[in-house]
Structures are given as C-alpha cells and as structure tokens.
C-alpha cells in the first residue's frame, strides 16, 4: 500500500503551506504530510518554504529577518490557488495544535552549522512537548542539518532529500544515519528501490500530480507518495 502526503498541505488546492491547505489535505482523508520551515528571527518554527517572503507574500525581505508575531500577520496565499480569505504564515506549533496527521515530514532547508543546530533543537523542543516524536520524520538534502539531527536529536526519525543523483541518494542516507529516503520521483527506478529496501530505507517520491505517473510508482512499490493534489490521489490509489 502506498501511503498518500499532502504537499505543502494541498498545494494544488488551497495556498501552500497554510492552515487552510493542511485543514484541505485532512478534508480528502490524507493524514500525512509535508511542509518546510524556517526559524524566525526569534526562534520560533514557521512554516514557509522559501527563505524571502517574495514569493508567496509579495513583501520583501527573509524569513529569518522577522519575529514570529510579525511572520503570523503576513498573508501567504499569492500564486497559488485563488483564495478568498487571507492565509498567514502558520507557526509549526498552531498546525500540531490544529491539524491532526498521522504523521509529519518536516523539510528543513540548507543552513549554516549555527542556524542547523538552532533549528534542530527548536524542532526537538517542539516535538517533545506535543508528543509526537513518533508521528515525525526530520526532512534535509543539507548535510549540515542532517548531521546536526544524528549529534542532538537522535531519537528524532531522519529521511534525506535527494533531489539529483550526483552523488548515490541511497549511499548518502545511509551515512547520515536515515531511515527514509524522499526522493524526486525522476530518480525513483525499480533498481533504486530495491536496493534501498535491501539497506532498511523507506522511500517517499515527490511531486507527483498526474494520475498515470502515481499509478506507476504505487506498481513500482514506493512507500509514500507526495502530491499537490491529496483529493485526487485518493480518487486515483484509494485511501492510503
């Protein structure tokens, strides 16, 4: 059974990475997802994917310039779907008070040593206090993130985000101690997957929207796979 991700909650269906999208992915019956987060200036959790606001707010300036109140009153709903309400920037600890997932992929983006180790004991914070170290797996293609993970949150479940195979994807995971590998689905062959399952790695496959492509991975045997759109997934494989 191929288990079904939300991408950004339901990037397709709703802005990304908002309570509204990740409120939209449980609405389909997905309880799985993936988000990204940077840290404020003040150190809290935010969930945005880009370093700069640019993107999805229309303002200038980083993520990692502004306090997590001023972050919370920002809307985050341009170039997505178009949406009538206006959807700020949630703090990762909002979505586990409100969203009910069985379970998390957190992807946490490139960062210098200092800001990895920050991040990760935020992270740890966090978790341990909503008790969820069981529901969460810590995403990172940065190897100054994963290895702050394995030095200061052990117990914390890791996964490698492999987007190109310059270097062997499965040989990278297992240095840095993962046990799952996301991986972008162009890379996802039979072999690939095989060979990860002989070395214990769980295998995610992003972004996949088109209802012939996640039939052909689910028939390859991926373990999980990431889509903007958890409403037709569900249509296209049934519920994972």
């Given amino acids: 059974m191929t288990l079904i991700y939300g991408h950004r ?3 397709g269906e709703a802005p990304e990475n908002t309570l509204v999208g990740f409120q939209r992915c449980l609405e389909h019956g997905v309880r799985r997802c993936e988000l990204d987060l940077h840290l404020s200036r003040d150190g809290e ?8 606001l640019k993107r999805t707010t229309g303002r200038r300036g980083k993520v990692s310039e502004q306090d997590a109140a001023e972050l919370a009153n920002i809307d985050a709903r341009q170039g997505g779907p178009g ?3 206006p959807c700020p920037i949630p703090r990762l600890a909002e979505l586990f008070e409100k969203c009910d997932f069985e379970h998390w992929q957190l992807e946490v983006k490139s960062a210098s040593r200092v800001r990895a180790t920050r991040t990760v004991l935020a992270i740890q914070e966090l978790v341990e206090r909503h008790g969820l170290r069981e529901r969460i797996t810590v995403t990172s293609s ?3 993130v994963l290895r702050a993970l394995r030095r200061l949150a052990p117990d914390l479940s890791r996964g490698l985000v492999a987007e190109y195979a310059w270097l062997d994807p499965l040989k990278a995971a297992r240095n840095h101690g993962c046990e799952l590998l996301a991986l972008n689905w162009t890379l996802c062959t039979p072999e690939r997957l095989k060979r990860a399952r002989q070395m214990g790695l769980r295998v995610s ?3 996949v929207n088109e209802p012939a492509l996640m039939r ?5 045997g991926v373990d999980s796979l990431i889509t903007d759109f958890p409403g037709l997934a569900i249509a296209t494989l049934g519920k994972g």
């Fill in 205 to 207: 496959v992003w972004t």
């Fill in 9 to 11: 909650g339901a990037k």
């Fill in 83 to 85: 949406w009538v309400q």
């Fill in 216 to 220: 052909r991975l689910a028939d390859f």
């Fill in 45 to 52: 959790l935010m969930v945005i994917h880009d370093p700069t």
């Fill in 142 to 144: 940065s190897r100054e």
